[in-house]
């Protein structure tokens, strides 16, 4: 669920619209898409001057169901393939596209938008893009439901990296002389596929040659009220002040209990008709906030900015100086802003109409309706449903607000159980009681590794402005510093930046980039075929 502009002109007016659904109530996760770049045009060999089909050409590997029980037979996992640098000798660079429907991520394989298609022009290479089981049309069972997630683990996805590498056969000149004994097979993914592929090297040793990991939450974390520091920490400190503020009034307002209080805090935000105080306090900044981790330093960060902007202007439309404006001026900035959102035709609460819900009974919408098809509907895809899964089954990172004595820009009504009760929404046959405690998050990280990966030939990349910088690597709890067979590179972007040609604009990310390609030339020079 990410959205950014792009240098080209005609990719700039595909990529600006932002879907207001894809912004909202949703656990903020993910790389950047590149939807709206258009892909369908031939590629032509660089030396042989073939015509090759266009990089969206779609295949379909057969993968295992089950990887514990092969008996089970096999579906169809998406892939897409570039191979117009390719030369006999050159490596695969595979990339999983993680907790999304892979398709808009197509352009990564292309040399002149994302770094899979840069390692594939640079070492002439194949590049590679595999759909994550269980999201896009990748999907094992013909439903989301319960039962079908019982093969909806991290285990079964790597497993699905082994099966692939050991037996696919690419539809291009040699593409049967790809085993991982043939060729050097260099795995890559950003954000939670940058953990799988910390985990999968860390699991399958010997499997990939190289790797490379960005923005990597390779630390579960079910607490993950971090989420939101490298934010406060980065943004304009008026407006961090302003909506600490905020957020502290309402959270005062609600534990006041004073029922009329409590009614016109909502009304000033347009939520009159919303019920419950923790979805109205949620609402109110899940408009915007996720907008800060899709950002990037040459992309900029449109919607957050926006709010700011529109918090620290005063009535005489003044910029506010570093101390902000202060409790009253934010209360009806952010009040008339979100106003205005929950009016605008575009909005994501129009949906609302199929369920029949009056146009201001947010409350229908909210996290507590059983019968809300956000809850029931197990059609695939569904790829919010299928993430949902993973982060209820596994990962926990809910988006909480800071613990007292912190600064907090989210409410802290924002906790624990409120994320684990949207588990049970979402699956009840699952959780029947609480979820994802702090005990299955450890499940995770000692499976895995979590900070303490001791994987060689692995590149992390981080982004210092990342929301998600505290489950990396680059977290200031980690425990591993890195070292020359597993460097951490850390930027000063957000969240993936790195696997962005467009953000080679800012040097500080192209000297990143540079760096773990200097890498990955000196360990390829060294590579040998074992068969
Ligand atoms: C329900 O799903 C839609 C579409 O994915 C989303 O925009 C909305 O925020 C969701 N509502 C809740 C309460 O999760
Ligand atoms: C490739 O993109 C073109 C143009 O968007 C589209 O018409 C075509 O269906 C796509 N092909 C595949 C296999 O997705
Ligand atoms: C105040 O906030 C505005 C709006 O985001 C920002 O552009 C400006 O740099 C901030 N000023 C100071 C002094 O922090
Ligand atoms: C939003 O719509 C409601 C119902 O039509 C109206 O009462 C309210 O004044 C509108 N708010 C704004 C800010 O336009
Ligand atoms: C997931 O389900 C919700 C609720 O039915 C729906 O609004 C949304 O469009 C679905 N998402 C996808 C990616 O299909
Ligand atoms: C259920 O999800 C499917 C696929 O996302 C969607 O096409 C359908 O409209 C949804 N049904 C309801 C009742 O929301
Ligand atoms: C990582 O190493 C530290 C220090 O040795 C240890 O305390 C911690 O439990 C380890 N974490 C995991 C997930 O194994």
Redesign the pocket.
Known sequence: MAFLRFFLPVLLAALAIVSPSEAKKQHRHGIHKLDGVDVSHEVVHQTTGAKLPPVNTTYYFDQLIDHDDPSLGTFKQRYWFNYQYYQPGGPVILMNAGEGDASPAVPYLLADLGIPGVLAKEFNGVAVLLEHRFFGLSSPYPDLSVKSYRVHTIQQAIDDHEYFVKNVKLAMPGGDQLSPDKAPWILMGGSYPGALTSFTMQNKPGLFYAGWASSAVVQAIADYWRYFEPIIEYMPQNCSTDMQAVIAYVDDTVASGDTSKIQALKENFGLGGMVHNDDFASHITDEFIGHWQESGMIMGNGAFQEFCDVLETDDNGKPAGPQGLGLQHALSAWGAYSRVDVNASESPYLDRK?LSCNLHEIACFGTYNPQS?NYT?T?V??DTRSWQWMVCSAFGFWQNGAPEGKPSIVSRMIDNAYYQRTCQLYFPEAFSSPPVNLLTALDVNKQYGGWNVTTERLIFVNGRRDPWREATVAADGSTSKGWDLQPHLLEDGYHCNDLLVEESENPVTKAAQEQAIGYLRTWLADWKPSA
């Open positions: 199929e098809p509907n059609t895809p569904n």
